[in-house]
């Protein structure tokens, strides 16, 4: 008889970390299955994109682990993260500037060594966001905000994610262009089957999408639970008045 | 008909063209063409891991030695003479990386100490050639590359030997290879994503540490290039790149640090200031010659007063990236 474990995608374990050597990330624990659309939210300054670098391996960490897919990454470099398929979205500096469009994919696809193979993901990619194709030979540099933020998901889908985890893709957007790229991150989710993790402001839209949400606050996880739950505590909406639009 | 016509072209041209014109700037892009292949190294380095090294004359020097010492054994072979200079060079680069630069990095220390850690490297290497050159019977304080000097063609009675013809032709075909392994191959790339912005080329999966033992390989290997081919004009002495050093920084300020186009035009500006501008002032408003080691210190003078990012097409790069390192500290900064 075989028994079969379905292991979490990722799992982070009483995490400690932060910068140099002062801890901002305080003891945060958080599992992310296959298939799942998490929403991260929280308060400016809570820690949501430092817990992010601190799972792909930029920051310090002091205590605690992070596995993906069984595999112990804690403290590994970003790019042994990143050949584990596990794709980042930073928040700022998402592109590379002075190259051109098609080298950040091409760059996107670095752990992808099979060169038809890294051909099939481009042209998947130019399909999802098309506007990235008539800017091909266009440096990044030079992109609109919302082509910006296009092509930084492009890069990182260049890597075949297992997981995605993108923090505030829309923040400088228009709301048009920040509804246009959260139904791109829903089509990457149900035809691409990718696990998504999504930090994000707008509370009420991440939540939206997501089938479950964590809460960050002060570097520690105020609550986790389905959208629903997170929308209907009075007490978390009235934590985020001021910080969020929920 | 035919031949009366060019003399008398050639008259116009003598009254037209002052004697020393033509000679001079044959010379200044000879030298430009040094200037180019010894200073791209360093625009690599500095562009790759951002360090101002003050060690890369020093590859001049090495590879001006080892120019000398195989030369010996394959006298005017200049593939197997410069190949052995590159090849030397390389390995003393990354080894440098490794004792030095990596774990000064990794104790993620100001860029000061780097500089200051490169300046020590660049004293020690020089003294230990030096230390090396005053002994054994024969001594090398002063030596000479054994490569043949010829004249090659004749342009309007100028006679132009080969080793001009060979710096010229070594710059071309360092700038292209450079531009085509940069722009047209995945490696090349990731260096110039690193150059951009390291901490989004590591989340790419690039492999840093790799990429950055490539570009020492090509830096100090060019570097030693350029010392056999500063060592075919001049004596080799331990102070060869030494000298050179001021000359080289000027060329990767015009430059703005990172940009290599901008090294390459910074080279010709160097070599031609260094040359035919100097003569002009000269032959024109009687500026001394001695001036002409000035031009340079001058130029890296202006070109920080009037245009800090030299010829490097926007500020996100070069001097406005060492500004801020200096303000900060190299390796704090990073992707949020
Ligand atoms: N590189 C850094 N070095 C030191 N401290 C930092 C660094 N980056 C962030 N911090 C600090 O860590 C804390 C958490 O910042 P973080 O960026 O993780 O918050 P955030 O939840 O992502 O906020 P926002 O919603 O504004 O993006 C803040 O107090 C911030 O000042
Ligand atoms: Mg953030």
Known sequence: MRFKFRLPLLEVQSLISGYGKMAIIQGVSLTIE????????????????TLIKSIVGLTNIFEGKVSFQGADITSKKPEYVASLKLGYVPQISNVFTDLTVRENLEMGGTIIKNSSQRKKLMDQVVGLFPILASREHQKAGYLSGGERQMLAVGRALMAEPKLLILDEPAAALAPKMADQLF????????????????????????????????????????????????????ELIRLFLGELTV | MVKSMTIQAMV???NLVPYWVVPSIIISLAQGSIYVVASIGLTLTLAVVKLPNFAHAEFLTVGAYVGVIVSRFFPNNLLIIGSCAFLVCSVAAIAIHHIVYQPLMNRKVSIYFLVLASFAVAQFIRYVVYAWASSGSATLLVANQDIRIYTVITVFQVEISNIYVLAIILAIAVSVLLAIFLNLTHLGKSMRAIANNADLARISGINVSFAVNIMWIIAGGLGGLGGVVLGTYTSVTPVLGFDALLDIFAVVIIAGLTSFVGTIIG?????????????????????????????????????????PTGLAPNSQTGIAWLRRAFGKGVSSGGTN
């Open chain 1, 34 to 49: 296959p298939g799942d659309f998490v929403a991260l939210v929280g308060p400016n300054g809570s820690g949501k994109s």
């Open chain 1, 183 to 234: 139904e791109k991150l829903s089509e990457i989710r149900t035809q691409l089957g990718v696990t998504i993790m999504l930090v994000e402001q707008n509370a009420r839209r991440a939540l939206s999408l997501s089938n479950r949400g964590i809460v960050l606050i002060q570097g520690k996880k105020a609550f986790e639970g389905t959208p629903e739950q997170i929308l209907k505590d009075t």
């Open chain 2, 12 to 14: 116009v041209f003598d």
């Open chain 2, 267 to 307: 080279g010709y500006i160097v070599g031609f200031s260094t040359n035919t501008i100097i003569e002009a002032l000269n032959y024109y408003f009687g500026v001394p010659f001695g001036y002409a080691p000035l031009l340079p210190f001058a130029m890296i003078v202006v070109v920080l007063m009037v245009r």
